[in-house]
């Protein structure tokens, strides 16, 4: 399995160009093949805006292949042409935006194959904010105010992104509904956190924190420091 980054939103901006040079040195170097999937900002139709907001940020940090790839519904997932562009990439990197439409829109499709077998291969897989909190193995939706099951790249993990702003409102509420054994992790805005290798821990990056919620209680860990979801 590849590297994965999860971050707390916030993408694409300076405090986050440490995380994701980090994440393009482990997809092969700034050649190495960014497709950016932007489904989550589809049902306000920012799509096409977050989409190249994304292209020109990995432009700047040096990356010479990068791409919008058009995922933004259930018929474009099911997309032959999309799951060969998806199964070629070297960072797949998933938008942030409306959680539970990114998670109908994924669930089960050719493209939701692609990325886990790309990601088996060993390309990167990341996501910002609904893009990360899909990965893991239940999110929260707020729309709904309901726990879901994700599509659970990321075992027994559920994150809060944006934490400083969420984290007090959402904790209590995750919480009381999360099956036992799975973490609750919150993640700051502009902060990511990278497991480079099935057996490694987590690092955090950026200029927030990660909180681990033991006993309900958040344990922070800053930039540069390492974590153990177990």
């Not at 980054?5 to 160009?17: I, Q, R, V």
């Not at 040079?21 to 170097?29: N, S, T, V």
């Not at 990965?135 to 992104?161: A, M, N, R, S």
Request: proline fraction near 6%; hydrophobic fraction near 45%; glycine fraction near 12%.
């Amino acid at each position: 399995m590849g590297p994965i980054l999860l971050a707390g939103g916030k993408e694409f901006s300076g405090d986050m160009c440490h995380a994701d040079l980090r994440a393009i040195a482990l997809a092969g170097g700034l050649s190495c093949a960014i497709r950016i999937i932007p489904a989550a900002a589809a049902p306000d139709n920012n799509h096409l805006r977050a989409g190249q907001n994304g292209c020109r940020w990995f432009l700047s940090l040096g990356a010479s292949d990068v791409a919008v790839v058009p995922l933004i519904d259930r018929q474009s997932a099911a997309d032959p042409q999309i799951e060969k562009v998806l199964r070629g990439a070297d960072l797949i990197y998933l938008l942030g935006g409306f959680p539970r439409y990114l998670a109908q829109t994924l669930a089960g499709s050719r493209a939701w194959q692609a990325i886990t077998t790309a990601n088996a291969a060993g390309s990167v897989v990341a996501g910002s904010s609904a893009g990360a909190m899909v990965l893991c193995d239940w999110y929260w939706d707020p729309e709904t105010e309901q726990l879901h099951k994700g599509l659970g790249l990321v075992p027994d993990l559920c994150i809060i992104p944006h934490h400083q702003e969420y984290g007090p409102g959402w904790s209590v509420r995750i919480r009381s509904l999360l099956t036992p054994g799975v973490l609750l992790l919150g993640i700051d805005e502009a902060t990511a956190v990278i497991r480079e290798n099935p057996q490694g821990r987590w690092r955090v990056w950026g200029c927030g924190k990660a909180s681990r919620y033991i006993q309900g209680c958040p344990v922070d860990t800053a930039a540069g420091g390492y974590l153990t979801m177990g």
